[in-house]
């Protein structure tokens, strides 16, 4: 089962209702400002680059770094005619952003995926001015539920999950205190579990049918046991969900 367009999967995931939602939240506690500096570290297709333009306006200024070449391109394209709006390829791990030139910032989504989640952090410290805000947002794949007759296949798939498709499944849960050891005042954390009752919206966004074929594949899950389960699921009814952690803090 081929494993869906990147750009695309996070364009969907975002006009969700709980992508809506959460996003919406952060971008709001962030109170950003007209005037200021907003810094979107993994932007990916621009998805969010609209929404920050509008609210720093006119004179200020959005960056966007990706370190994916064609996520860039994704993002010029969305953000096409928008005054302000600069698009940086980069590493999270080393921004293209001067020292102390960001007064917003947000990771979302991406701190599951990189090396190292300290050091990006230190990095954006190192790009924030004193007094600005950051937004943090991350999964907790360790907290997936997947409701079927057979417990015990839906909670090999959770292990495979965390053990074997998410690099910092947990990470989530961490947002607080690796804020706080990275020098930044933890002002606001939130908690929200999405819930998802349609199989198709649920295999689309959690990797059912995917990532079961590759646990499957690699031994985790016996092939009859695991395709019965997925059969299951996909012919309802269907309840599944999970922790989502953002984390608002402050220099």
């Known amino acids: 089962m081929p494993r869906p367009d990147p750009a695309s999967y996070m364009l969907r995931g975002a006009a969700s209702e709980a992508g809506r939602t ?10 950003i400002r007209a005037g200021q500096v907003a ?12 929404a920050l333009a509008e609210r720093v306006g006119d004179a200020g200024i959005v960056i966007g770094v990706d370190r994916d070449r064609a996520m860039l391109e994704r993002a010029r ?3 096409d005619g928008l005054r302000g709006v600069e698009l940086r390829e980069g590493d999270a791990h080393d921004l293209p952003v001067d020292p102390g030139s960001v007064d917003r910032a947000k990771v979302d989504r991406v701190l599951m995926h990189v090396a190292e989640p300290a050091d990006v952090l230190a990095q954006l410290r ?6 600005a805000r950051i937004g943090l947002a991350e999964p907790d794949w360790d907290t ?11 909670r090999a798939f959770t292990r495979f999950t965390t053990e074997e498709v998410v690099r910092n499944a947990t990470v989530g849960r961490s947002l607080p205190r690796l804020a706080q050891q ?14 998802y009752r349609d199989f198709h919206e649920a295999d689309h966004t959690l990797g059912l049918g995917r990532n079961m074929q590759r646990a499957i594949s690699g031994g985790h899950v ?4 695991g395709r019965r389960w997925i059969a299951g699921l996909s012919e309802g009814p269907v309840y599944a969900s999970f922790t989502f952690i953002s984390v608002i803090c402050s220099r």
């Not at 959460?22 to 109170?31: G, I, N, R, S, V």
């Open 144 to 154: 997936l539920i997947v409701d079927s007759e057979d417990l015990e296949t839906s």
């Open 222 to 225: 016996d092939r009859d046991r």
């Open 126 to 131: 190192r790009a924030t001015r004193p007094e």
């Open 182 to 195: 990275a020098g930044f005042r933890v002002e606001t954390v939130r908690a929200m579990a999405p819930v």
């Open 77 to 79: 394209e969305r953000t």
């Open 22 to 31: 959460y996003k919406q939240e952060l971008l709001d506690l962030l109170d």
């Open 39 to 50: 810094l979107d570290v993994g932007c990916g297709p621009g998805t969010d680059l609209p």
